[in-house]
């Protein structure tokens, strides 16, 4: 029997103007995810700052410098539709990695924030 479940990595950016580049293992019984979403301890940096590649199983999803605000969601959007669709994406060796760059922007003053990365994964569950 498949799942829906939601996991989430936290990636600590420290320092501005520098990449934070980290890998994720995803639990052996994932095998698909199916969607993705940003958000932040600081929102207003992550939307004006941040950018990223990200891959799931060596397949890159999100190319350099894809800019963070497209992949986060306000408040005003209904909760099941917060998730970036992503099909089904086989999570293979079950890495995802993320590199994450925080750029100065419209004058926003740098402060260490994290970046929360959501994914929303089909389970199989273990018994099967």
Not at 113 to 118: A, G, Q, S
Request: glycine letters at 4%.
């Amino acid at each position: 029997m498949i799942k829906t479940e939601y996991k989430r990595f936290d990636l600590k950016v420290t320092q501005a103007n520098k990449t934070v580049s980290q890998s994720f293992e995803l639990d052996k019984n994932f095998v698909a995810v199916k969607g993705m979403m940003l958000t932040s301890d600081r929102r207003d940096l992550l939307f004006f700052r941040g950018s990223q590649r990200i891959e799931i199983n060596k397949d890159e999803l999100f190319p350099s410098e894809y800019l963070s605000e497209m992949l986060m969601s306000g408040i005003n959007v209904p909760i099941n539709e917060r998730y970036h669709n992503l099909g089904s994406v086989d999570t293979g060796n079950k890495i995802v990695k993320m590199e994450f760059t925080d750029s100065d922007a419209f004058g926003t003053a740098f402060a260490p924030y994290t970046v929360y990365l959501f994914l929303k994964c089909d389970k199989k569950d273990s018994n099967d």
